[in-house]
């Protein structure tokens, strides 16, 4: 549970109120994940959008039911609620007004993407007197990102990891483990923080490792009105919700490369919600992303270990779901042309992947190089016109990165050369591999939702296949960072 999202939870009462009335006018209650939570106590969520509809609605089902717990959530400061209405309820406000009250709200209001829990603590840390729009602003350009208050959060968030890896975790743990690790590692490679995770970071992969092996298998039949839980599921999650489509795959792109591209973008003037979801194992492009574009897990591919049929298997899924194939659009970069009766569009960026291969200054670098290249506004224009276009804007990975360590290579003998991965190597069926198990630090992967006739090897914790003792950003193993992964929904102005 994060800091602010608790401070909402208590400022709701919810041990005591069952029936709340929420004025959430800047949607903290819901981006804090307080309301995720509420719901989890068994609160039932109503919007209240429309004062006759809800009149109605009341009239029938809540007046004379003081039993049912509720929180009637206001999002829209315009809309009138009655006199009665309010008096029935617990009203409780957490608009940035309320919750901050020395920082001014407009120009809070012009970050939409920040972390909300660094801010409280920057806050709770702040005892000066109320700043105008301008000091406002340098409060969370400079004062926020202090090293008292960026190790603070990490010293809280970790310790949060910490406890959630004693208990029995299901898949929406992992994917909150996920966010908040990937939120510890921004801290700490952006320079913020001066914190040692390297412990950490052993205990979350060790855990995950363990779990994986247990459940992956399970993954595929599971379903949420969150997200896709698995990348091969994105497709189907966007036929659900839209029907003029543009997906935006950026290649290799982590949890924390998203996170910054989000924190380095405070002029990204769209609402967007952030969910996680499984990539295929192992993490590498040709098996990840066939299954995005393709909608099917890759035993079902004809070719697992290529991406020579990938634009033909994006257009095949639209096809087969109602679409033209006119209708539908398949192309790489950051400029794309699309033809004016398109209605779904594919795109490929493969800026964060060739970044990585080239990467010398390991997950430091990264960090560096995203944040300039998503202030360099190429990310943002893409997004703005295919909005303006009508589309309804997605953004996935088809896996994350890791900083690995070399620890040599081994022989080729029976190795698919297509498929090998610094972090991964597929081998023929017929192939003798207890050499390299024995030589290396890896382990045998069973092969979930993979063609059966190969044998999988990946790297264990943070090692990889290259040169001993050199440091590299890769993909292609099993640890959280390069299988849980961020889809987004871009919602316009």
């Known amino acids: 549970m994060g800091l602010l999202s608790q401070y909402i939870l208590d400022k709701m009462a919810l041990d005591y109120e069952s029936q709340i009335l929420l004025f959430d006018y800047d949607g903290l209650a819901k981006r804090s994940g307080a309301l995720r939570i509420a719901d989890k106590e068994g609160f039932q969520i109503i919007e209240y959008t429309d004062p006759e509809e809800f009149r109605y609605f009341y009239e029938l089902k809540l007046r004379d039911n003081s039993k049912i717990k509720i929180i009637v959530r206001v999002t829209d400061e315009k809309i009138y609620v009655p006199y009665d209405i309010r008096k ?97 590692r921004l801290m700490v490679d952006g320079g913020f923080s001066g914190k040692d995770v390297k412990q950490l970071f052993a205990k979350i992969n060790g855990s995950f490792k363990v779990w994986m092996l247990e459940n992956y298998g399970l993954l595929s039949a599971s379903t949420s009105v969150e997200g896709p839980v698995m990348v091969h599921k994105i497709n189907d999650y966007m036929l659900s919700k839209s029907q003029k489509i543009a997906l935006i795959v950026i290649d290799g792109m982590s949890l924390e490369n998203w996170f910054t591209v989000l924190a380095s973008c405070p002029d990204l003037e769209y609402d967007i919600e952030t969910v996680c979801c499984f990539a295929m194992v192992p993490t590498v492009t040709p098996v990840s992303r066939q299954s995005i574009f393709s909608g099917k897990l890759p035993v079902s591919h004809n070719d697992a270990f290529s991406l020579k049929d990938e634009e033909k298997e994006w257009v095949e899924y639209w096809v087969s779901n109602g679409y033209r194939e006119s209708d539908v659009y398949f192309g790489r970069g950051m400029e794309v042309d699309l033809p004016h009766n398109i209605k779904v569009a594919g795109i490929v960026v493969n800026f964060i992947d060739d970044l990585m291969h080239g990467q010398i200054q390991g997950q430091k670098g990264m960090y560096w190089d995203i944040a300039h290249w998503a202030r360099s506004g190429q990310l943002k224009m893409l997004i703005g016109n295919l909005i303006k276009r009508g589309f309804d804007v997605y953004i996935a990975s088809d896996h994350g990165n890791i900083e690995a360590i070399g620890q040599g290579r081994p022989k080729n003998e029976g190795v698919l050369t297509e498929m090998t991965s610094l972090r991964a190597r597929v081998y023929q069926d017929f192939a003798m591999t207890e050499e390299v198990e024995a030589k290396f630090r890896v382990f045998r992967y069973p092969g979930t939702y993979m063609p059966k006739d190969y044998r999988y090897i990946i790297c264990d914790e943070d090692t990889a296949f290259g040169t001993k003792g050199q440091s590299y950003v890769c993909h292609g193993g099993m640890s959280i960072e390069e299988v849980i992964v961020p889809f987004a929904r871009i919602k316009g102005m």
Not at 141 to 150: C, T
Request: charge should be neutral; charged fraction near 35%.
């Open 88 to 184: 029935r309820y617990y009203n409780v406000f957490v608009d940035y007004a309320s919750v901050f009250p020395r920082l001014d709200p407009v120009e809070l209001k012009k970050f939409r993407h920040i972390d909300l829990d660094l801010l409280y603590i920057a806050y709770q840390n702040y005892f000066g007197d109320i700043l105008g729009p301008k000091a406002t602003r340098k409060f969370i350009e400079e004062e926020m990102f202090s090293k008292r208050n960026a190790d603070e959060f990490v010293d809280i968030v970790c310790g949060r990891i910490e406890r959630c890896l004693k208990e029995k975790l299901s898949y929406r743990d992992w994917f909150e483990t996920a966010r908040d690790w990937a939120r510890v």
